[in-house]
């Protein structure tokens, strides 16, 4: 029961602490320290599908065995010290305001009409050609990152935090930055980032539906228009490749009354996706901003949950040993 009260206070803390502070330039990172491993095993292991479940099972082990082990340590024979340790474990798990950060940089240059700043700018954000992109693209692109990372970044982080301390937020954030850095679908990749890329959609099956959900009352709560945040959730939140990216993409659509996704340019190819929301008006660089606040009231909403359900788990327990 300490412990949990210990780990409870830590969730908080590093809640806090993202908020505050977000991910300082050129401070100790866990989850570069992450890529470091995955990108040193990539260069090392064959590049088939027993070599991508090989990683898979490396990078799990040591990225979410070590925390454990030093957790279950600290927390049995010095508890405050467990408490440091998972708050900043915590902290780092999270990407509140770093999402936020750099996704007002490209607001900040659109509102400079300095359009190729602003394509530089969303293109540290996401994956795809920039380069093609007019003021409109540039924006539905950074308000997608914004809409997509509620869940990657922050909810799902959360929710496994929630379940299982620092060690099982570890092992999501490995999985998570293992899709990212192996999880395409080229020719080098394809059969080495199948497992990391499955695995990534199993684990993220859950929060990315759950997010949308806090995402819908979010809308509601600022007084967005959550009735069609809801309807265009139901309608398009199967719009994507991937089963959960749609889910938190499709909410903030509706919640915004723009349209977002479509054909996209991925290195010199256009891809054909489907459009994801009604293009009820012209989307704008204040979009943006109303992204991001949506952002920030489902990651409340989502730490207020796992607090209930922290609180609910010890009451169980407590109740079990009377």
């Known amino acids: 029961m300490t412990v949990m009260i210990w780990s409870m206070g830590a969730l908080l803390t590093g809640f806090v602490l993202d908020a505050a502070f977000g991910d300082p330039y050129n401070f100790p990172h866990i989850v570069r320290w992450m890529g470091t491993l995955i990108n040193t095993l990539d260069k090392r292991l064959r590049h088939t599908i027993s070599g991508g479940i090989l990683l898979v099972c490396f990078t799990i082990i040591l990225c979410a065995g070590i925390p454990f082990a030093v957790l279950f340590l600290c927390y049995r024979f010095v508890p405050p010290i467990g408490y440091v340790i998972e708050s900043f474990l915590c902290w780092q798990f999270l990407a509140a305001k770093s999402l936020k950060i750099e996704s007002m940089k490209v607001y900040h240059s659109l509102m400079k009409n300095d359009t190729e ?11 795809r050609d920039t ?12 308000v997608e990152t914004i809409a997509e990372n509620t869940s990657d970044g922050v909810a799902a982080p959360l929710f496994y935090i929630m379940l299982g301390g620092a060690p099982l937020g570890c092992l999501y954030k490995a999985v998570n930055t293992m899709d990212s850095m192996v999880g395409y679908k080229n020719d080098k990749y394809l059969l080495f980032g199948r497992a990391a890329a499955k695995i990534d959609d199993a684990l993220n099956y859950i929060p990315s539906r759950l997010c949308a959900q806090l995402m819908i009352a979010a809308a509601f709560l600022m007084q967005y228009d959550g009735k069609n945040a809801f309807r265009i959730w139901r309608r398009d939140r199967r719009k994507h490749a991937s089963p959960n990216s749609a889910q938190t993409e499709a909410a903030c659509a509706g919640a915004l009354g723009v349209r977002l996704a ?11 996706k489907p459009y994801i929301g009604d293009d009820t008006r012209s989307i704008l660089a204040d979009d943006i901003i109303c992204a991001n606040r949506l952002m920030y009231m489902s990651s409340v909403l989502t730490l ?10 010890m009451g169980v327990i407590l109740f079990a040993s009377l």
Not at 117 to 127: F, W
Not at 304 to 313: D, E, G, K, N, P
Request: charged share 25%.
């Open 117 to 127: 700043g602003a394509r530089k700018d969303v293109s540290m954000i996401v994956g």
């Open 262 to 272: 479509g054909p996209i340019s991925y290195f010199g190819q256009i891809r054909e």
């Open 304 to 313: 207020v949950l796992a607090l209930l359900f922290r609180l609910m788990a």
């Open 131 to 142: 380069s093609v992109l007019d003021k409109d693209g540039i924006v539905r692109a950074a």
